[in-house]
């Protein structure tokens, strides 16, 4: 597996990419303002500048720094010497934990924000937001795993599990899907479901700064930053950032460039989208 780690990685995503598109279209949760063709575009091509980025300058990655760290001993987990199966759950849920502490602190510190921000200001919430991500952020991202996966010592298939969990459940969790109210309050339990990740979407800050876990629900329920549900409703609550209403900020070149702009001055929390 390890050997074929690329290979494994994009086949799950493009997997649940494709499955979650389906999906989608079989049993939408909202409706959509903005055509496909006006968004995925995009969204897709940052996802991948950003895969092309980290390959280029952190060849290793993550798993690669922890095959390094596992031969050489390094990290908590090796001097403690537990069975075969507990660093691999031990790491796993380190790992989600410093995803939750790492999206919280994109969201309270200025100058991350401006880079998380991108993520937010998309004009609708569906799969391909879940891939919306800043290239810096990516970038930034792989450089604090790679430290931890050091610093705790996990196994390498560890961490490949822990990747693999975190694509899937981003595009899972970011999908556009309605699921039986049954199922969806007893899923969310277990794992944070698209009704539970799409109140961090809403432009309302209040909610914004709600539900960040990307995998395991219980992180925001333990610190106190689970929301239920928005205020507005999933199908009447507004998605994205006030400061980016505007159709072209959809356009690559404004996503790149985001976080080195101003902010445009805050719209109310109701604000339409412009097509200008």
């Not at 981003?170 to 944070?192: I, Q, T």
């Not at 609550?237 to 985001?258: K, N, P, S, W, Y």
Request: with cysteine; glycine share 6%; charged share 15%.
């Amino acid at each position: 597996m390890l050997d074929h780690e690329l290979l494994i990685r994009s086949g799950v995503s493009l997997s649940f990419l494709v499955a979650m598109a389906s999906w989608e279209l079989l049993a939408p949760c909202r409706i959509t303002l903005l055509g496909r063709l006006r968004r995925w575009p995009s969204n897709l091509a940052i996802a991948a500048l950003g895969t092309v980025l980290v390959r280029l300058l952190l060849p290793m990655a993550a798993v690669g720094v922890a095959l390094t760290a596992q031969g050489r001993g390094w990290g908590l987990l090796h001097f403690l010497g537990l069975p075969g199966w507990l660093p691999v759950l031990i790491s796993l849920l380190l790992l989600d934990l410093a995803i939750y502490g790492q999206h919280v602190v994109l969201h309270k510190v200025p100058m991350l924000w401006r880079l998380h921000r991108m993520h937010h200001a998309d004009l609708e919430f569906d799969v391909t937001t879940g891939v919306r991500f800043h290239p810096l952020e990516i970038l930034l991202s792989m450089l604090i795993k790679m430290g931890l996966v050091v610093l705790i010592g996990v196994p390498a298939h560890a961490v490949l599990l822990f990747e693999i969990g975190l694509n899937a459940t981003s595009l899972f969790n970011h999908g556009n899907v309605r699921l039986p109210d049954a199922l969806e309050r007893a899923l969310r339990w277990l794992v944070v479901t698209p009704d539970m990740h799409r109140v961090h979407h809403s432009v309302v800050p209040a909610e914004t700064n709600s539900n960040f876990g990307f995998n395991l629900p219980w992180w925001d329920r333990i610190f106190h930053t689970y929301r239920a549900a928005p205020a507005a409703g999933h199908t009447h609550m507004t998605i994205g950032l006030a400061q980016f209403r505007e159709v072209r900020e959809l356009r690559l070149d404004r996503l790149l460039l985001q976080p080195f702009r101003a902010d445009d001055g805050a719209e109310p929390s109701s604000a339409p989208i412009r097509r200008n």
